[in-house]
Nanobody, 116 residues
Framework: QVQLVESGGGLVQPGGSLRLSCAASGIRLTFYFMGWYYQAPGKQRELVAAIAPDGSTNYTDSVKGRFTISRDNIKNTMSLQMNSLKPEDTAVYYC??????????WGQGTRVTVSS
C-alpha cells in the first residue's frame, strides 16, 4: 500500500518553469529522506536533489541556483521547483523516499521536455 505518485511534468520552453510534486500514501514522510532522480534516454539515473528530515538539502551542480526541493509533512508531499529550464534538463524525473539504511520507495516517474 506504499505508493509515491509524481505529477507536474510536461512540455516547457527553454527558460520556463515547472513544479513537480510527489504525493505519498501508505507512509508518513516525516522521518524519510526524500529526493528526485532523473533519467534521460541512454543514460543512467542521476540524483537531482535530496532533502533530509531536518530540511537540509543537496543539489547536483548542474541545477544549483535553478531548482529548489521542498517538503510538506502536513500534506505528505514533496516538490521540485524547476526554473530557468534548459534542453539538457529533459528527462523522466522520479521521486523517492527512504528511511536511513533502507531501500527506497520509488514513484513511477513524470516526463519533463524542454524544447522550443
Amino acid at each position: 500500500q506504499v505508493q509515491l505518485v509524481e505529477s507536474g511534468g510536461g512540455l516547457v520552453q527553454p527558460g520556463g518553469s515547472l513544479r513537480l510534486s510527489c504525493a505519498a500514501s501508505g507512509i508518513r514522510l516525516t522521518f524519510y529522506f526524500m529526493g528526485w532522480y532523473y533519467q534521460a534516454p541512454g543514460k543512467q539515473r542521476e540524483l537531482v536533489a535530496a532533502i533530509a528530515p531536518d530540511g537540509s538539502t543537496n543539489y547536483t551542480d548542474s541545477v544549483k541556483g535553478r531548482f529548489t526541493i521542498s517538503r510538506d509533512n502536513i500534506k505528505n508531499t514533496m516538490s521540485l521547483q524547476m526554473n530557468s529550464l534548459k534542453p539538457e534538463d529533459t528527462a523522466v524525473y522520479y521521486c523517492y523516499a527512504r528511511l536511513a539504511g533502507r531501500d527506497a520507495t520509488w514513484g513511477q516517474g513524470t516526463r519533463v521536455t524542454v524544447s522550443s
